[in-house]
């Protein structure tokens, strides 16, 4: 299946305080992102995901920071299971999909392990006008669409505080937005 995807992406400033009235996801992700081989970038690198009772191989193309062309193909347990063994990177979340309005849907990233406390939103849009159109909630931090793919460059290798210092050199400050001890990935 392939599916052009057009979206923004934010930090998150605060978690809405209805937030766990919805239902979360469990995602798994295994990356084969090699940062050795000529030309490779976090955008168009191959991984995999577990999204609840899903299983998918993943890889995204474009020069666009906010248009990508996402190719994805639907894989067993078994086959996800056996991959994250070779998968160069993992790293675990919670996806909360949150309305913000009649039109839109959030998909809230709650991060897990090493970089709990790491929260993010991302918001995706049916063409560029209603993109351009959109205005963040209150509760929506700074928008870091335009380097998120390089921020998250080794994402199942790095902590809080690696991604800390990213965020510093980039001009935000990074803080912990909810308490790890409270979110775990069995409920």
């Known amino acids: 299946m392939q599916q052009i995807e057009l979206e923004r992406v934010f930090l998150v400033k605060q978690l809405p305080s209805d937030l766990f009235q919805y239902q979360s996801i469990k995602m798994r992700v295994g990356d084969f992102y090699n940062p050795n081989i000529s030309g490779a970038s976090r955008v168009d690198h191959l991984n995999i995901r577990q999204k609840g009772d899903k299983y998918e191989i993943r890889k995204k193309e474009g020069d666009s920071d906010y248009k990508k062309i996402e190719h994805t193909i639907y894989i067993t347990e078994e086959e996800f299971e056996l991959l994250m063994t070779v998968a160069t990177q993992k790293h675990e979340k919670k996806l909360y999909l949150y309305p913000i309005s009649d ?32 205005i963040p909630p209150e509760w929506f931090g700074p928008e870091i669409t335009e380097w998120n793919h390089t921020i998250h460059k080794n994402l199942g290798l790095i902590t809080f505080d690696d991604l800390k210092k990213r965020y510093a050199e980039k001009g935000v400050e990074l803080k912990q937005i909810f308490d790890p001890k409270y979110i775990s990935i069995s409920k």
């Open 103 to 134: 039109k839109h849907t959030s998909e809230i990233d709650i991060y897990l392990g090493k970089l709990a406390g790491y929260a993010r939103v991302e918001v995706e849009f049916k063409d560029e006008e209603e993109m351009g159109k959109f």
